[in-house]
């Protein structure tokens, strides 16, 4: 089985930093695409930030130039580096990833749990 677990979210000011982390663990033989979605009260889910596994990157135009996702394919990590946050960065922020696991060769699509950033003085 395979898991994404996420970490690092919490309450900021706006125009502060925090790093989200997800880790995949479990039987795994490779993974495609990572990213980070959120999704604010109210509002539908949406893409913040994809990653391929050879490194090029994709964002949502809100957080051009103040977000940032890297992975550690040795770890089967992905961090998103959210610097200058606004109030309406506030949401639950969630992992994504394609992986292939040991007993298959097709790629399942799986979820972290969430993680609150709150963006508020």
């Known amino acids: 089985q395979v898991q994404l677990v996420g970490s690092g979210g919490g309450l900021v000011q706006p125009g502060g930093s925090l790093r989200l982390s997800c880790a995949a663990s479990?039987?795994?033989?490779?993974?495609?695409?990572m990213g980070w979605y959120r999704q604010a009260p109210g509002k539908q889910r949406e893409l913040v930030a994809v990653?391929?596994?050879?490194?090029?990157?994709k964002y949502v135009d809100s957080v051009k130039g103040r977000f940032t996702i890297s992975r550690d394919n040795a770890k089967n990590t992905v961090y998103l580096q959210m610097n200058s946050l606004k109030p309406e960065d506030t949401a639950v922020y969630y992992c994504?990833?394609?992986?292939?696991?040991?007993?298959?060769?097709?790629?399942?699509?799986?979820w972290g749990q969430g993680t609150q950033v709150t963006v508020s003085s």
């Open positions: 990653i391929t596994s050879g490194g090029s990157t």
């Open positions: 479990g039987s795994i033989r490779n993974i495609n695409d």
């Open positions: 994504n990833a394609d992986v292939q696991s040991l007993r298959t060769i097709s790629y399942y699509n799986y």
